[in-house]
Structures are given as C-alpha cells and as structure tokens.
C-alpha cells in the first residue's frame, strides 16, 4: 500500500510536469515573410551589395528595410496584408547612380489567404502570389522559387543583379 | 598418345580389371575417411577400490516413510530415520493460472483531470465518464464517452481559439500487473483509440507585419474535423472506501488521422487535449459493481467428503 502511494505521487508529479513541459514554442516564423536573397547575374553567386538602401512603396514615415549601415545577403520583404499587391525600390547610392530615376522597383500582386498555424506560431496569411514585374536598371532578373509564401523560414525571391566583374571593373552596365 | 590409342587401350580386358581394382581401393579409403571422423569421448573410469566423486540422490526407503501435514495443510512425507522431508505433489493441488473468475467487476468511473487542471488556469477540457470490466482481474476492456470544448486566448497569441461542447470517443483495454493480487489495488498499462468530430473556429485574428503599420484581422469560422488517435496508458488505482476508488493515469498520446484543411490545423482536438502535448494525464473516481466475488481457487477447492465419495463411485 505504502508503495503504491509513493507510485501515486510519482505519476501525479510527472503528469503536472509533462503537462507544463508540452510546448516546444515556435520554430518558424510568426507571419508570412518573404525572404529574398541577391545575387550577381554573371556568376550566379550570393553576393552582399554595398551602398543601396531598400524600402516599400509608401512606407509609414519612408521606413527602410535595409539601410546603408546594414549590409545583408537576405532581406525580408513583407507584404502588405491589407493590399493586394505591395512594391519595393532599390536605391543605389554610389555617385553615378545616386538619382531616384535610377531607382529599381518591385512589385507583387498576390492573394492573401487566412491560415491558422498552430497556438505557438498562431493565426496569419499566407500569401499566392499571382503576378510579379520588377524594373531594370540595375537588376537584371527577379525569380520565384515557389509562388506561395509561408512562415517557413525560407528564400523565395531571388533578385540578380548586374554587377562589376573584379578584374574588370569598367565592366560596370 | 591419340584418343584413338586411348580408346584402343580403356577396351582391353587387362585394363578394365585394373580400373575396377582402383574403384574397388576408392570406397575402401572412402570408408576409412568416413570411421575416421567419428567421434569418441573418452570416459575416465575411476579407480578400482575407489568413491566417484559426483553425489547421486539419496534414495528414500518408501517402507520408512510417515505421512504428515505441515502448517500450509500441504501433505508431506517424512523419512523418520534421515528427518528428511519430502512434499507429496501428487496430492497438491495445481496453482490456478487467474484466481479471479473471468466475469469479475464492473467499474465505472468520472474522470477529473479537465475539471482540476482548469482551476489551475487551463482553458479547454470538460471530462468523460467511462467503463470497464474485469476479465479475471487481469484484462479491462474499456470505453469511455465524453465531451471537450475549447475557448482559448494564448498569452502573446494573435487569436481566440474556439471549440463549441464536442464529443468523443474511446476504445480499448488494459492490463493489470497485480492480476492474482488484491483487486483493490491494480497497477495498469493499456492502449486506447480515440475518435471525435468536431467543429473549430479562430477568432479576433490581427496580423501586423510590423513594418507597414497597417494591421488586418480576419476570422477562421466552423471548420469541421474529424480525428484519430492512440493512447497509451500507465497508471494505477486503489480503492479508498468500500467500492469507491481513484486512479490516475499517464498517458502518451499521437494522432493517427486528422482531417487536412486550407485554413490550417486546430489546435485543440476533444478528448485528446492541445496538438502539440504528447503526454497527458487523467484522474478518475471509480465505482465498483462486482459480478462475481469468489475466487477461482476456491470454486476449485475440493472437500474430503467429496474425494471420498468419488473413491466409492
């Protein structure tokens, strides 16, 4: 009888234990972001582009997504969820292209679909994306690696950029 | 040589006697190989004028025995010139498999574990009552039926999570360890399918991206799922006041099926508790209604007045 009292409490306190310990949190991302990575177009490789600042068409107060002190390969870019279609510029900022003409713009036309995740990541969109168009001065091609954007953790976008071969740095489009 | 003077040669009388003579030598070797390998223990005899040194059983001389019963109403053989004692199993009666009959008890039960743990802030959970009988004290069949619902707003969450009263239900058996021991006290593991079908809702949803400062709601109505899952339990159970118990259970639990929808999954499932918990408990008090308190071993029990009778028949 003895025994089974201290079996009693042994399954009481792991039963309250278990019960706190079952959430693992979440471990993807608590909304749909889009990440897009940069990449030189002649080689193809993932590069860090200096001197440009990137932003969303109509921003409260012109808020940058990317400044010039931040130097990043990846950028999340997030849709405006109560829009159908939100857009970016690219302004570069070195001397000769320093003029908001030589600006790169990129737009996306999407559905936004409501989505329940689970209780640790909770409820947000997911967004299809139905069209995309993008200028080119500086860019070059803008690829989609899969149209519909979850809060999985992953590259979606791919922006290529015309860039300046090393050797050659006249070679500059 | 050709093979025409071989041939010339394999038909002479002389040869074919020579051929016959070396099949002849073949088997004997064969033979021999064979009585070769065969294999002998060599055995050590002892020594003439001397004891092996194995002990064999002492004998009992049969004529010296005295038949008695010890304290356990066993009876036993005593050889009265040794003292040594020997159980006669011939008499004894063979140990019964189950001691409890096969339609033993039927317990019903309420399970608590919802209504505790809400008053230590839970928000989903009602509860379910259950039964299950005692085969031989040692397997439990069990079912159980009960009602869950679900009205949740996660700390830092961007929703309501909402689950209108649903039923479900379960299906299965256990084991009991202590099956030839008290049935009062049962240390149990058991395997449960559960079923439920049910409706589900996310609410007051407000996403905010964080950038555009532009935040949208939306709501997620009625969507319907059906789900599946399995149960594995451990746990025990004693009885507190005459057929009044309780018992408490751990239980690791998996979803087997589940319907898929667009809109995502819910996150609570009636009778299985929130998606992400693997482990889970359950609290019950218990009734217990026996069908057939007499053991087995004493419906068995054979009295001397009986023996005798069958001796005369």
Known sequence: MKSLVYISGLLAAGALLTQSCSNVGCTENQNSLPLAGFYAMSTGQAIVPDSITIGGVGAPSDTLLLTLDSRQQQLYLPFRSTSPSTSFYIHYCQKALDYPELNDTLSFDYDAVPYFASEDCGAMYHYRVTRYTYTTHLIDSVGMTDSLITNIDRETIRIFFRTADPDNPDDND | ?313
Request: charged content about 20%; proline content about 6%; hydrophobic content about 35%.
């Open chain 2, 1 to 313: 040589m050709t093979m025409t003077d071989l041939q010339a040669k394999t038909t002479a009388p002389g040869l074919r006697r020579l051929l016959k003579m070396l099949l002849l030598t073949l088997f004997v070797i064969a033979g021999t190989e064979l009585s070769a390998q065969r294999r002998v223990t060599p055995v050590k005899t002892p020594e003439p004028g001397t004891t092996p040194k194995t002990e064999r059983p002492r004998r009992i001389d049969r004529s010296k025995l005295v038949e008695m019963t010890d304290a356990s109403g066993n009876t036993i053989l005593v050889d009265t010139i040794t003292g040594t004692e020997v159980k006669d199993t011939a008499l004894m009666a063979p140990p019964p498999k189950m001691i409890y009959p096969l339609l033993h008890e039927v317990t019903a039960g309420v399970n608590l574990w919802n209504p505790i743990m809400r008053a230590f802030g839970q928000s989903y959970g009602l509860g379910d009552v259950w039964a299950e009988l005692s085969l031989h004290n040692r397997y439990f069949p069990y079912f159980a039926i009960g009602v869950d619902n679900c009205n949740d707003t996660p700390d830092e969450s961007n929703f309501t999570f909402r689950t209108p009263v649903s039923p479900y239900f379960k299906i299965g058996a256990s084991y009991n360890f202590f099956y030839n021991s008290n049935p009062d006290y049962k240390l149990q593991m058991g395997l449960r399918y559960g079923f439920t079908s049910y409706k589900w809702s996310v609410e007051n949803v407000t996403v905010d991206e964080g950038y555009w400062d532009d935040p949208s709601h939306f709501s997620i109505m009625n969507q319907r799922s059906t789900s599946g899952y399995l149960e594995v339990t451990f746990g025990l159970k004693v009885k507190v006041f005459k057929n009044w118990s309780l018992g408490w259970n751990i239980i690791y639990h998996s979803l087997i099926h589940d319907t898929k929808s667009s809109y995502g999954e819910p996150m609570f499932i009636p009778g299985f508790g929130t998606r992400g918990s693997a482990v889970t408990g359950n609290f019950s008090l218990m009734y217990t209604l026996p069908i057939n308190k007499k053991k087995t071993s004493e419906v068995n029990t054979v009295t001397e007045g009986d023996t005798q009778t069958e001796l005369h028949d």
